[in-house]
């Protein structure tokens, strides 16, 4: 099975910190995808990314960047956290087979911003 | 532009009874449908998922359909049970300029069913 692994499961951080979200899968998957969660708002994407050094902005990019310096780590950089950033982060990786479509979530990481 | 609609938000059925899920997406380029099932405090699973070369696809109690001229989608659960219970997000595929893809989800179905 892939194995999706977000590094954190809980944080609280103070409104104008830099924060670091990790994420690694064991599947050497190319595609990687870093979305946030809200209820009512469903699973909105921030980022992705194709292949290593590659990003492209999802549908909500404003106060995020990413890194992917190496195939299995994808990293989700809030760079001075505010509290409508306090959200749940999902972390998701493409599963190969039949098109290579489905994707494979993390456990999520719950950041709250105080 | 890109979007999914999903409804009902909620929803509650007595145990044994069927429950149907309806999403909605605007690229008639999307080709692949999948369905996850998210647990309280769990990661979203995939359940079931559908290709647009197909109408209808069954795995035990659950079903989906697509209707790819309304461009339209569904989750259907029969004989449901309490562990059905749990949020739904239908998601569709959006082609990029690039060649590449991705999925863009519905805003979830918070599925309660009562004993």
């Known amino acids: 099975d892939v194995k999706v692994t977000q590094s954190s499961r809980y944080l609280v951080k103070r409104t104008g910190e830099k924060v670091f979200l990790e994420c690694v899968q064991d599947?050497?998957?190319?595609?990687m995808f870093w979305y946030r969660q809200d209820p009512g708002l469903g699973l909105r994407l921030i980022y992705f990314s194709y292949d290593v050094k590659m990003k492209e902005k999802g549908d909500i990019p404003e106060g995020y960047s990413v890194s992917r310096e190496k195939k299995e780590r994808f990293s989700l950089i809030l760079e001075s956290a505010s509290t409508n950033q306090t959200s749940m982060y999902l972390c998701?990786?493409?599963?190969?087979?039949?098109?290579?479509?489905?994707?494979?979530f993390g456990s999520g990481t719950r950041l709250t911003v105080v | 532009g890109e979007n999914v609609e999903q409804h009902p938000s909620t929803l509650s059925v007595q145990e044994g009874d069927s429950a149907v899920i309806k999403c909605t997406y605007s690229d008639s380029a999307s080709n692949y449908f999948p369905w996850y099932k998210q647990e309280l405090g769990k990661r979203p699973q995939l359940i079931i998922d559908i290709r647009s070369n197909v109408g209808e696809k069954k795995d035990q109690r659950i079903a989906v359909t697509l209707n790819k001229t309304a461009k339209h989608f569904s989750l259907h659960i029969t004989e449901t049970q309490p562990e059905d219970s749990a949020v739904y997000f239908c998601?569709?595929?959006?082609?990029?300029?690039?060649?590449?893809?991705?999925?863009?989800f519905g805003t979830g179905t918070q599925l309660k069913v009562e004993l």
């Open positions: 998701a990786s493409k599963t190969p087979g039949q098109g290579g479509y489905g994707y494979t």
């Open positions: 599947m050497d998957h190319e595609n």
């Open positions: 998601a569709a595929t959006f082609i990029l300029t690039g060649g590449g893809n991705k999925l863009t």
